[in-house]
């Protein structure tokens, strides 16, 4: 079994920064992608920023130029820099991994429990 253990979340006001941590724990043979989703009330999940083990990052329009997922993540960890936060970044932040727990089985998503961010002034 994978864990995955997030920090980071708080209230900020508009235009804040606010840095969210996650570190993967458990049975991990490899670790392909990782990254981060939100979901605000009333409103579907969305991938926000995710990174691959090969180094190739991906993100949300609205969040492109004020997130950033840090290039020197330690092994099995990723981070989510975010800068000129809106209070339409107010959602529950969820960090995902997609794990092989051994060789030759089929990759599975893992999830962290989530951490509240609260952009208001």
């Known amino acids: 079994q994978v864990q995955l253990v997030e920090s980071g979340g708080g209230l900020v006001q508009p235009g804040g920064s606010l840095r969210l941590s996650c570190a993967a724990s458990?049975?991990?043979?490899?670790?392909?992608?990782m990254g981060w989703y939100r979901q605000a009330p009333g409103k579907q999940r969305e991938l926000v920023a995710i990174i691959t083990s090969g180094g190739i990052t991906n993100y949300l329009d609205s969040v492109k130029g004020r997130f950033t997922i840090p290039s020197d993540n330690a092994k099995n960890t990723v981070s989510l820099q975010m800068n000129s936060l809106k209070p339409e970044d107010t959602a529950v932040y969820y960090c995902k991994a997609i794990v092989r727990a051994a060789a030759g089985t089929r990759p599975s998503d893992y999830w962290g429990p989530g951490t509240q961010v609260t952009v208001s002034s």
């Open positions: 458990g049975r991990i043979f490899s670790l392909s992608h």
